[in-house]
């Protein structure tokens, strides 16, 4: 779910600020009274840096910490329990990657995952011409705890809705209306949750190397550790942990649909020091794959004039068509997937 940008960055090389991201509520963007105060602030800090934490939800610390705890149980499991489900059993992108399997900036992540969709059979329309139908089909879930499954679809379930809210407000402050979330999410649902470890480490600090998520939005939760840099024109920004505070970023898909009135921003994980651990979940929410090509928004004249253009990576172009971008990045950044169910795509690079 991520793009790579720029290969060159070394994380020792780089400047850290000690600036912190922009705060969110909710209930001040709900509220009638307050709504046009918060949309005009929005809208300065989402072209400034696109990365924000979100308070004022109603999602409840004793769900955060269900799904926090289970998370931990499956990382607790045996490499051999987890690699039963590794990803490279799956044609859809589902299941568990170990650390150092996934690349980002060619550079492996010093992390370990497990990749969750909406849980769906296979989609019987998948041809060689439409590849993106494999993104939709059924997860692989841990035999050895069984009570995952439940938790985290109900978690999923919690964040689509979450980030449906949001998805509204940040449209609303652009002055469309309803009409533009229902064309993006009408349909059959398509997004990605992720459950990440990041066991500590001195050899390779990259937790995930610097990129742009390629959905639509973002929701993130993460423990208390820290870790998490966003860039800034000052230099990379930490967001460490807030309290019962999801981060919620801007991906490249709304990018395109705003033509860049919108910023996604480039983030990274560093991987905490050894003997520590970090954990994370992020939610990653797309268009529906049926949607085809997508059309970009009309700004009125006062914003569309601001809209510096989608500004994603010339050597990693963003398609207009949704199922294919979203395939796109699950080819690169998973070739174990691709080697087994996708060869003629490497053989065609
Ligand atoms: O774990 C985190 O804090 C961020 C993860 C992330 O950026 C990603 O998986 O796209
Ligand atoms: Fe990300």
């Not at 009409?179 to 050899?203: F, Q, R, W």
């Not at 651990?277 to 997508?294: I, M, T, W």
């Amino acid at each position: 779910m991520q793009n790579v940008i720029n290969s060159n960055v070394k994380i020792e090389e780089t400047k850290v600020n000690m600036d912190s991201l922009p705060i969110l509520n909710l209930q001040e963007a709900e509220n009638p009274e307050s709504a046009e105060a918060f949309d005009e602030t929005f809208r300065k800090q989402a072209r400034e840096i696109g990365f924000f934490y979100l308070v004022g939800h109603d999602i409840s610390h004793e769900e955060i910490l269900r799904l926090e705890n289970i998370a931990k149980e499956f990382f607790e499991l045996s490499v051999t329990d987890k690699n039963k489900i590794s990803m490279a059993y799956s044609r859809h992108f589902r299941g568990y990657t170990g650390i150092e399997e996934e690349n980002t900036q060619k550079h492996p992540d010093y992390r370990e995952q497990i990749d969750i969709g909406p849980e769906l059979p296979a989609d019987p329309l998948v041809s060689d011409l439409d590849l993106w139908r494999n993104l939709q089909g059924p997860n692989q879930w841990p035999e050895a705890l069984p009570e995952l499954k439940d938790i985290v679809l109900d978690w999923g379930e919690k964040n689509r809705q979450l980030a449906i809210r949001v998805l509204r407000i940040f449209l609303r402050a652009l002055y469309q209306d309803d009409t533009a979330v229902d064309y993006l999410i009408k349909g059959t649902p398509h997004h990605l949750l992720k459950l990440i470890h990041y066991p500590g480490n001195y050899e390779n600090p990259q937790g995930v190397g610097a990129h742009k998520d390629a959905g639509l939005l973002t929701l993130l939760l993460q423990d208390k550790v820290g870790g998490l840099q966003v860039q800034s024109d000052k230099g990379w920004i930490n967001a460490p942990y807030l309290e019962n505070a999801f981060i919620v970023n801007i991906g490249e898909t709304l990018e395109l649909l705003t033509n860049g009135y919108l910023r996604a921003n480039i983030h990274r994980v560093i991987a905490p020091k050894k003997g520590i651990s970090r954990f994370s979940n992020a939610y990653f929410l797309s268009p529906c794959l049926s949607l085809g090509e997508l059309i970009p928004f009309k700004l009125p004249a006062n914003l569309a004039k601001l809209a510096k253009g989608p500004t994603s990576d010339p050597n990693n172009p963003l398609f207009q068509h949704v199922g294919k971008n979203a395939i796109k990045g699950r080819l690169r950044s998973h070739l174990a997937v691709t080697e087994r169910f996708y060869p003629h795509i490497l053989s065609n690079e």
